[in-house]
């Protein structure tokens, strides 16, 4: 039973005493059964006559008695470093017969071997083995980080010990050794197990507590020591191929190892190999011999560079490697077994588990937690080593009877085994040194025992009383090894490899999830882009098309606004010209109703013309009738004028003789006058007779004349009054003439006006339809213009949307390309974390190294010291850890956090790290001082106040702050 201390983890040796008792149930001697059990091994002539060392040739289903053990000879042409081939003899207990690779079995001895196999199986089911476990087990104390001081294990294991024949009794976890009839001694152990124990028993009590150790992170050694012959590596090798319940440890344990790892993610491999004559051979690659043993200047672990480490897959291609394994191990024929291991075997086999976030995978609570403070999340590997020894008896050689080889062989055995017992009695007695470096067998268990690992030591004792001093000699040993105290460190680590190839693998993802969404990005970029283009492109030519079609359009517009303007003059033209036409019509109407008033004037003036004309015609008809009336007067009056002419021609004529004979009168008269002077006288007398008469003739002729004048003047009149109505009848005939001719003259103005106005009409109505259709083709244009208008609108709406389009794409654009730059951002900053990472491993494992030589330094002084130093520095170098990779600036800004638990978590942290001398100075230097002091000042919390005051006083015994302090206390 283990109780659980705080402190760090430790694992006591039992000490319990070897107390002498006189027990009622111990009194057996075993003389006969001695006899029985070793007088055929010991006084086998051929045996004890072929001391060779051979290898082992084990193959299965050979055991001849019981299943359990059946050993096939085979004949042996493999040979390592010189040892001596052999064959098996069949149907024995692990009957091994040397044999010179030259020398052939010979009938005889065969038979021979026969009959020893079978006597020796009836002996051997009588023998009695006893198991005296000394178990080391972890008690889980308080982890390292918990800070109060070790507790000692007080672990008891409570067994059932059953009292045998042959001196001994083993009654729970007390052994009886008779020394004689009448004393016995009584030892006391952690188990003592009887021949009766199963293998799974002694497996279950004495291994898998340190399996599950190892699988915790520990490391773990199990090893067999004892005298030849009493069943070590029946106990610890055993494959149990017929009969799976015969298994021994070594199988059990690294079952229970593989189905408590992954072997896929964890990792699970393991060395075989055998001490022979302080050689070290691989019992995997037997061709490699002298492997060395070197101690890791890091770890401080033991190593066999050089030796084969094979990665488990499954339990069957391990069981088939450790039967090769076994096959290459030196066993030998001696008087004490017949199959005496000549070397000490060693299996060693690491498990790598790794522990996820809050103690995935871990069994033990206290782990988890620590887990849960420190570093959750971050992942951890746990080394664990498990070292299963099965040393070669140990023999006294007058009573093994070894001779040459086997002499050397035995020699070489004591020797290792006396450097082990001289290790162990220096570890019972806390000796400052320890002489590891006596032996191989010892520096290869170096840190198995007195180290940190738990270990299980199996001492196996034999029942007969005559090798009670071997007996006695084997149990001190194991009384002695009870005394040792192991500090069991757990061998954890952050899984900086798995922790790098994490974050690397993260950042690959998240690179790879970068570039996706990049190359997404781009595409859709490049999409965009090409939409973009593609709507800049369409954009253009329908801008170019747009304005092709506006400058088409502006043409178009121009050019009707020209052809409008043109219309528009020649409409204004045709309007002037109508107008003109209009003023022409007006004016031809006016003109045609002047024709019209002068017609109707004419008309009129033709009626009165005709009136008048009436009027004058009958005027004229009067006239004519008056002139006709006249003429006839006229005619009369000419008649008479006739009559008158003809008298006035007659007067004329009368007068014109008159005249002429007045002239000639006068002529003669003057003729006369002169002559007739007198004669005028006379003929004055005669021309006033005359005179007289024609005055009378005169007045005759003025009467006539006066009737002529009258009728003249009136003729004159008439004739004026006609000549006048003539006149005034050309005048009004040409007048008339006139008024035709203009009239005419107008008819045919007015015709041509008709025509013209006609002629104008129907232009006019050209131009009309002309007008209508210039103003249709023009009302189509305007149509036109405005639907092209629209649509150009519609266009520029449309670009302008392209356009705003364009603006959130480039908006858009432009978040990606800034989400892309912040994912950017983070990549590089996750790519520096895991270089300040990878930096923090390597000046990790640089602090590591340090603290190591530093431990080392430290453990020379002294054992039990130097373990407390070896976890303080585990502890400081975690702390070291802890403020390198959270930064100690960090962890003194959590002092003033508002969250106690974190100012409480921050201030431990500083404190343990005040703790040391190298972080004082640069506590003080971030202002750690200064902080502590404040929490001293303000926390009510009286933890904090006392870690507080604790680091405080850590800084304060810092001999270069001292003085510093003194300036605060000034
Ligand atoms: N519990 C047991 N049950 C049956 N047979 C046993 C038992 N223990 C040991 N033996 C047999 O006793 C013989 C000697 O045992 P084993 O070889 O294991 O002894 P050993 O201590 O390893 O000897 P050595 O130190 O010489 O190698 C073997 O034949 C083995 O099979």
Redesign the pocket.
């Known amino acids: 039973m283990a109780t659980q201390k705080s402190g760090k983890e430790r694992q006591t040796w039992q000490t319990s005493s070897p107390s002498s008792s006189s027990s009622s149930s111990s009194n057996v001697s075993g003389n006969s059964l001695n006899k029985s059990v070793n007088g055929p091994i010991m006084h086998q002539p051929n045996r004890s006559k072929t001391p060779a060392t051979a290898k082992r040739s084990v193959t299965p289903n050979s055991r001849a008695h019981d299943s359990?053990?059946s050993v096939t000879p085979v004949p042996r042409s493999h040979n390592n470093a010189g040892d001596v081939d052999f064959v098996k003899a069949p149907n024995t207990?692990?009957p091994v017969t040397p044999l010179n690779r030259s020398n052939s079995i010979n009938p005889e001895e065969s038979e021979w071997l026969l009959g020893f196999g079978q006597e020796m199986m009836k002996i051997?089911l009588q023998?009695q083995?006893l198991l005296i476990v000394l178990n080391y087990y972890l008690r889980k104390g308080e982890d390292s980080q918990g800070g109060a001081g070790p507790g000692l294990g007080e672990g008891v294991w409570a067994a059932a010990g059953a009292w045998k024949a042959g001196g001994w009794a083993g009654l729970l976890n007390k052994l009886s050794l008779k020394k004689n009839n009448w004393s016995s001694e009584s030892y006391k152990f952690d188990e003592v197990f009887t021949?009766s124990a199963s293998q799974k028993r002694i497996y279950e009590v004495v291994a898998k507590p340190v399996v599950e150790s190892v699988l915790s992170g520990y490391n773990g050694t199990i090893m067999a020591y004892?005298q030849?012959?009493?069943?070590?590596?029946?106990?610890v090798g055993n494959l149990g191929k017929n009969d799976a319940s015969e298994r021994g440890i070594i199988v059990r344990a690294v079952e229970d190892i593989i189905a408590n790892t992954s072997l896929s993610n964890e990792g699970v491999e393991f060395s075989y190999v055998q001490l022979y004559m302080e050689t070290i051979q691989d019992l995997l690659a037997p061709e490699k011999v002298n492997i060395p043993v070197v101690e890791d200047a890091k770890t401080g672990e033991v190593l066999l560079p050089g030796a084969s480490v094979i990665k488990i897959h499954d339990l069957d291609h391990f069981m088939e490697l450790l039967q090769c394994g076994e096959a290459n191990r030196h066993a030998a024929n001696?008087k004490?077994?017949?199959?005496?291991?000549r070397s000490h075997a060693i299996l060693m086999v690491s498990v790598k588990r790794s522990i996820v976030g809050k103690g995935k995978n871990v069994t033990c609570e206290k782990v988890a937690a620590t887990e849960a403070q420190s570093d959750v999340g971050i992942d951890k590997i746990r080394k664990g080593k498990l070292l299963i020894v099965?040393l070669?008896?140990s023999e006294r050689i007058d009573k093994s009877g070894s001779e040459g080889l086997l002499l050397e062989e035995a020699k070489f055995i004591n020797l290792s085994l006396t450097a082990l017992g001289k290790c162990i009695n220096a570890l019972a007695e806390s000796s400052p040194h320890i002489p590891t470096r006596d032996s191989k067998l010892t520096r290869i268990l170096r840190d198995s025992f007195g180290g940190s690992a738990r270990t299980s030591l199996i001492t196996?004792i034999g029942p007969s009383a005559r090798h009670h001093a071997e007996t006695t000699s084997t149990i001190m040993f194991g009384q002695r090894a009870m005394k040792v105290v192991n500090v069991m460190k757990v061998k954890e680590e952050f899984d900086y490899e798995r922790l790098s190839r994490k974050l690397e693998s993260q950042v690959d993802h998240l690179t790879e999830e970068i570039d996706r969404q990049q190359k997404m990005r781009d595409k859709y970029k490049n999409e965009m882009e090409k939409k973009i283009k593609e709507f800049q492109r369409s954009s253009a030519e329908e801008e170019k098309r747009l304005i092709a079609r506006s400058e088409i359009l502006e043409k178009e517009n121009a050019r009707l606004e020209q052809d409008m303007k043109a219309m528009l003059d020649e409409l204004n033209h045709q309007k002037d010209y109508n107008k003109l036409l209009h003023d022409e019509v007006a004016r031809l109407e006016m003109s045609i109703e002047q024709y019209k008033q002068n017609h109707q004037e004419n008309s009129t003036y033709q009626k009165a013309l005709a009136d008048t004309t009436q009027m004058y015609e009958n005027q004229i008809a009067a006239l004519i009738e008056q002139l006709k009336d006249e003429r006839a007067r006229y005619e009369r009056a000419g008649n008479q004028s006739d009559v008158l002419k003809a008298l006035l021609s007659d007067h004329e004529g009368s007068m014109k003789l008159f005249q002429t004979e007045n002239s000639k009168l006068k002529k003669e008269l003057l003729d006369a006058k002169e002559t007739h002077e007198k004669a005028i006288a006379d003929l004055s007398k005669k021309l006033d007779d005359m005179y007289f008469r024609c005055e009378h003739a005169e007045k005759q002729l003025d009467s006539l004349r006066n009737v002529s004048s009258d009728q003249t003047t009136e003729q004159k009149l008439l004739l004026e009054t006609i000549q006048l109505y003539e006149e005034k009848i050309s005048n009004l005939e040409k007048r008339f003439e006139d008024e035709r001719a203009c009239r005419a003259h107008a008819e045919e103005q007015m015709e041509s006006l008709k025509k013209h106005l006609s002629e104008e009409k129907s232009s006019q109505d050209q131009v009309k339809s002309k007008i209508n259709d210039l103003t249709e083709r023009l009302q189509e244009k305007d149509q036109n213009y405005r639907d092209a208008v629209d649509k150009m609108q519609c266009l520029q709406l449309e670009n302008a949307n392209l356009l705003l389009d364009k603006e959130k794409f480039k908006d858009e654009l432009d978040t990606l390309k800034e989400k892309f730059l912040t994912e950017e951002k983070q990549r590089m900053t996750l790519e520096a974390e895991l270089v300040r990472l990878k930096k923090c491993l390597s000046a990790n494992s640089e602090g590591i190294e340090d603290k190591k030589s530093y431990a080392k330094q430290h453990m020379k002084e002294s054992s039990s010291f130097r373990s407390a130093m070896g976890l303080n520095r585990s502890i400081s170098g975690q702390r070291a850890t802890i403020a390198k990779i959270f930064g100690l600036e960090r962890i003194l800004k959590l002092l003033s956090s508002e969250d106690i638990e974190v100012q409480m978590h921050a201030l431990k942290v500083v404190a343990n790290l005040a703790a040391e001398d190298i972080n004082q100075e640069k506590i003080v230097n971030e202002g750690g001082l200064d902080a502590l002091l404040m929490l001293l000042q303000t926390s009510q919390n009286t933890t904090i106040l006392r870690v507080a005051s604790g680091a405080v006083a850590n800084l304060a015994m810092n001999g270069i702050l001292f003085y510093l302090f003194l300036l605060i206390d000034v």
């Open positions: 359990k053990r207990k692990r051997l023998m083995i021949e004892g030849t012959g009493t069943g070590k590596t029946y106990t001696t004490l077994n017949t199959s005496s291991s099965d070669a008896g196996t």
